[in-house]
């Protein structure tokens, strides 16, 4: 079956400073990577996707590639601040079985300090 | 339109009663899915609809959940003879009928079974 792996949380960084979370994916077929972040108190919102190999998916200063090779789309911001805080999930969707049910990894926690 | 939207947002009761939930789609939104958050998780799926057609149920789903979708639109879920293991946030999200069609989140209901 499908499945997602993140990295462990909560990071914590510093504002300006580099992020990387990074997540792996199983999948049956060919699916379609996504990011989504939840702000404290919010639904869990559209960061990127990407939807076939070698794509870049960005948004927000956010950026995410495809890399079929490792099975991999770790998501990067050169340089966080405050307002990023928030919870960040690795999904992917592909049709397995006919249907294109996003599957989800746990979450990565993510606290930028001033 | 404004979204997905939840309803209730909270939702306090005691063990052994029955819940409902509502959600709205965004209304040009054929596929709607039901998904389950507890603290520190990924959305967990429970259910998903094509129009009014329930395609897939989770083996997460009991026996004490159903969910309706009634003429494409809204949807429920409710649970019955609610026990403390069901306490959680139940997400709603819906997107279109397209290959690459990312899901949009309702804020979600908060369970607390007491």
């Known amino acids: 079956g499908n499945s997602v792996t993140q990295m462990e949380g909560p990071v914590t960084l510093s504002e300006e400073a580099f992020l990387t979370i990074n997540c792996t994916y199983t999948?049956?077929?060919?699916?379609?990577l996504f990011w989504y972040v939840q702000y404290p108190g919010e639904g869990l919102q559209l960061l990127l996707k990407?939807?076939?190999?070698?794509d870049k998916g960005s948004n927000k200063g956010f950026e995410a590639t495809y890399r079929k090779e490792t099975t991999s789309f770790h998501l990067e911001k050169g340089s966080v601040q405050v307002s990023d805080s928030a919870v960040y999930f690795c999904?992917?969707?592909?049709?397995?079985?006919?249907?294109?049910?996003?599957?989800f990894g746990r979450g990565t926690s993510l606290i930028v300090h001033p | 339109d404004t979204g997905v939207s939840q309803d209730p947002r909270h939702k306090i009761t005691k063990r052994g009663q029955n819940v409902t939930f509502r959600c709205d789609p965004i209304?040009?939104?054929?596929?709607l899915y039901w998904y389950r958050q507890t603290l520190g998780q990924g959305p967990e799926f429970l259910t998903y609809?094509?129009?009014?057609?329930?395609?897939?149920k989770s083996r997460l789903l009991s026996d004490r959940f159903s969910a309706e979708r009634p003429k494409g639109s809204f949807s429920t879920l409710e649970i019955q003879r609610t026990e403390q293991g069901d306490s959680a946030m139940y997400l709603c999200?819906?997107?279109?009928?397209?290959?690459?069609?990312?899901?949009?989140f309702g804020q979600g209901t908060r369970l607390t079974v007491v």
């Open positions: 999200a819906s997107s279109l009928d397209r290959d690459v069609a990312e899901a949009f």
């Open positions: 999948a049956t077929g060919y699916p379609s």
């Open positions: 990407a939807t076939k190999a070698d």
């Open positions: 999904a992917l969707s592909d049709r397995a079985g006919g249907s294109y049910i996003p599957t």
């Open positions: 209304s040009e939104h054929n596929r």
């Open positions: 609809f094509q129009n009014e057609a329930q395609l897939e």
